[in-house]
Structures are given as structure tokens and as C-alpha cells.
């Protein structure tokens, strides 16, 4: 049996003003919180794979908490809401915005993609990161959206039952695969918002 760690760890808090979409946005993280910041370090594993999804708020989070040669997965980005990205909720088109919230895991913004299209694209990411790296402790500092479809993936989850499970910013999420030559990888959550 080989067993693969991945340590999710969400990003800062964004600088960006409140109310905005950031999704895909090259804004930057909020460091401030230098406890923190110190704590979230201090519960990472040594000698571990380091990830990114290469947006400026995690890649800048990663080399606060320790990050060394941090590799960017584009696969690990946050949700891609295309036209809306840096656009307020409170500014969107109503009828635009109604029609997203009416059936918000199947359908996506404007050139963007829906739920089910990011909890499909993380989980082929993690399954073919689990079988490159396997054995090792993974890191990888990424968004609610991502750590919220490693889960599913993880628990075999819904949609919509993925979007209820909440991600505090600076929070660490563990999730296992235990790969085994006859039955394959079998996943386990070990810890939510640690």
C-alpha cells in the first residue's frame, strides 16, 4: 500500500475589494496576518512537493508558509468565471445573474465554465499529480473552489453538495490516497479547515 498526502492549504485572504469576483484575477494575497501566517507554516510537513495554482494569491501565500521551488499547476486554478471575473456581484445584469444562481453547478458565466466542469478538471489534475508523485507529501496552495472539488473527489460528492462545504482562507485541508496494486486508489478525508 503507498500513500499519497496532499496538504491543501487555502490561500490569504485577497487584497482585492470585498464584493468582487476575483475567480482566475491576478490579485494579489493579504499577508497581514503574520500568526497566522507562522501557524499555517508550522503545520506543514517537511520535504514535500509544493504546488501552486500559479495566481499571484498563491503563489505568494506558498513562499509566506515555507514554499521551496514551488511548481504552478494551471489545473489547480479557482473556478473561471470568464466575463465576470473582477466584476462586482452587485453590478452584474440580474436576468445574467438569476440564470447562474438558478442552477449555479451546471451552468457557467459567460466564457467561463461551470461547478461540474472545475470539479471535472481538478479531479483528472489530482489523479494524475497522485500518480507522479506518489508516496510523497504534496502541498498545494490553491482556492475554495479546487480544495472544494478535491473533497468531492475525495467523498464522491455532488455539486451541490460540494458547495456547502466552507473553506476558511489560511485554513489546511488533508485529504490521502491509498493506492493499492488490486483495488486501485482509495481516498480519505483526515481533516476539514484544520
Not at 29 to 35: F, I, P, T
Not at 112 to 127: D, F, K, P, Q, Y
Not at 140 to 150: E, L, M, N, P
Amino acid at each position: 500500500m503507498i500513500t499519497t498526502r496532499w496538504w491543501w492549504v487555502r490561500h490569504a485572504p485577497s487584497a482585492g475589494s470585498p464584493g468582487i469576483i476575483h475567480g482566475q484575477d491576478d490579485v494579489d494575497a493579504d499577508l497581514s496576518d503574520q500568526a497566522a501566517v507562522e501557524a499555517r507554516r508550522a503545520s506543514l510537513p517537511q520535504d514535500a512537493v509544493w504546488l501552486t495554482s500559479g495566481l499571484p494569491r498563491t503563489v505568494q501565500t506558498a513562499a509566506a508558509v515555507g514554499g521551496i521551488d514551488c511548481r504552478a499547476v494551471p489545473g489547480l486554478m479557482e473556478q473561471n468565471f470568464g466575463e465576470w471575473n473582477g466584476k462586482a456581484w452587485d453590478t452584474m445584469d440580474k436576468d445574467e445573474a438569476r440564470a447562474f444562481w438558478e442552477d449555479y453547478t451546471t451552468e457557467a458565466p459567460p466564457g467561463g465554465e461551470s461547478v461540474v466542469h472545475l470539479m471535472e478538471r481538478v479531479s483528472e489534475t489530482v489523479a494524475e499529480l497522485t500518480l507522479e508523485y506518489q508516496g510523497r507529501d504534496i502541498i498545494a496552495v490553491a482556492h475554495a473552489g479546487t480544495i472544494r472539488s478535491a473533497v468531492a473527489m475525495a467523498l464522491n460528492l455532488f455539486a451541490k453538495s460540494a458547495l456547502s462545504i466552507h473553506l476558511d482562507t489560511l485554513s489546511l485541508t488533508r485529504i490521502d490516497c491509498l493506492y493499492d496494486e488490486d483495488d486501485g486508489p482509495n481516498w480519505r478525508v483526515m481533516g476539514l479547515n484544520l
